[in-house]
C-alpha cells in the first residue's frame, strides 16, 4: 500500500477550489473551478484533493448523507494498493466489513472500495485503471488539462 493523497470532501467545490489555489496559493495539478475534483501540491503532486461530498455519499451507497449534511463524511483517507480485489479479498478475511464491493469508477480511472476504521473514517482503496476503461468526459479532461500545461 501507498499513500495518495489526503480528499477533502467539501459542499461547495469552487469556494473551496478558490480557497486553496487562489488564497494559499497551493498550485493546482488537476482541475478546475466548476469540475468535482481538483488536486494541489503539497509536496506531493496530488496530496491533498478535493471532491464533492455528495457524489462520495453517492459512492459508498450512503444517501443519508446526500440529504443530511451533518452525515456527510468531511474527509477521506485515500491509499493506493497494486490490486483493489486482492487487498479487498484479504481485508475481508481479517473482519473489515466493506461499504462497497470493488467497482470501476470510470468517471474516476479507478477501481476502488471503501470502509471504514474502528473511529469511523472512511478509507478508500484504489487502483489505476487503464486508460481504455476510462469515461470519455475524463478522456477530454486529461487532453484539456495538458493542454493548458
Known amino acids: 500500500m501507498k499513500f495518495s493523497n489526503i480528499r477533502l470532501l467539501v459542499n461547495d467545490f469552487d469556494k473551496c477550489f478558490t480557497f486553496y489555489n487562489d488564497i494559499l496559493g497551493l498550485e493546482c495539478t488537476w482541475g478546475k473551478l466548476g469540475d468535482n475534483f481538483a488536486s494541489f501540491n503539497i509536496g506531493n503532486p496530488s496530496g491533498l484533493?478535493?471532491?464533492k461530498a455528495e457524489l462520495m455519499s453517492i459512492a459508498i451507497n450512503n444517501s443519508d448523507a446526500k440529504q443530511n449534511e451533518i452525515l456527510q463524511d468531511k474527509i477521506a483517507i485515500i491509499v493506493q494498493v497494486?490490486?483493489?480485489?486482492?487487498?479487498?479479498?484479504?481485508?475481508?478475511?481479517?473482519?473489515?466489513?466493506?461499504l462497497t464491493e470493488p467497482k470501476d469508477m470510470t468517471a474516476w480511472g479507478i477501481r476502488v472500495t471503501h470502509f471504514r476504521d474502528p473511529e469511523n473514517n472512511l478509507i478508500e482503496l484504489f487502483s489505476d485503471l487503464p486508460k481504455e476503461k476510462w469515461d470519455d468526459h475524463l478522456i477530454e479532461d486529461e487532453k484539456d488539462f495538458q493542454k493548458g500545461k
Open 82 to 98: 497494486d490490486n483493489v480485489n486482492e487487498t479487498y479479498n484479504s481485508l475481508q478475511t481479517k473482519g473489515i466489513k466493506s
Open 49 to 51: 484533493t478535493l471532491f
